[in-house]
Nanobody, 122 residues
Framework: QVQLVESGGGSVQPGGSLRLSCTAS????????MEWHRQAPGKARELVAR???????NYADSVKDRFTISRDNAKNTVHLQMNSLKPEDTDVYYC????????????????WGQGTQVTVSS
């Protein structure tokens, strides 16, 4: 019913920048919180950044002052601007969103994207 598609991943040198985007589509009635997570092989998925429908944001300590999350509610899209990238930022990045569909009668369910690879290496 709801699909999230990420884009913008790739390879970059240390100190470089990337901008990830994630767009939700389907029979969407409302989107609440949108988040970016990341996961390395063999490790638990970790929250990178969160933004509420009202625009309040939270960040993992490891990315504060380097990453910025934003959203375009009209386009059902969330972005993650990543600056001053480090090798330890190398991961698969996933977006997720809490979405109420036309059919769910106001109940929010969490949907995930398929992930996009970010590699930071010289």
């Amino acid at each position: 019913q709801v699909q999230l598609v990420e884009s913008g991943g790739g390879s970059v040198q240390p100190g470089g920048s990337l901008r990830l985007s994630c767009t939700a589509s389907g029979r969407i009635f409302s989107i609440n919180t949108m988040e970016w997570h990341r996961q390395a092989p063999g490790k638990a998925r970790e929250l990178v950044a969160r933004i509420t429908s009202g625009g309040s944001t939270n960040y993992a300590d490891s990315v504060k002052d380097r990453f910025t999350i934003s959203r375009d509610n009209a386009k059902n899209t969330v972005h993650l601007q990543m600056n001053s990238l480090k090798p330890e930022d190398t991961d698969v990045y996933y977006c997720c969103a809490d979405v109420a569909t036309v059919q769910s009668m106001g109940v929010f369910n969490r949907y995930w994207g398929q992930g996009t690879q970010v590699t930071v290496s010289s």
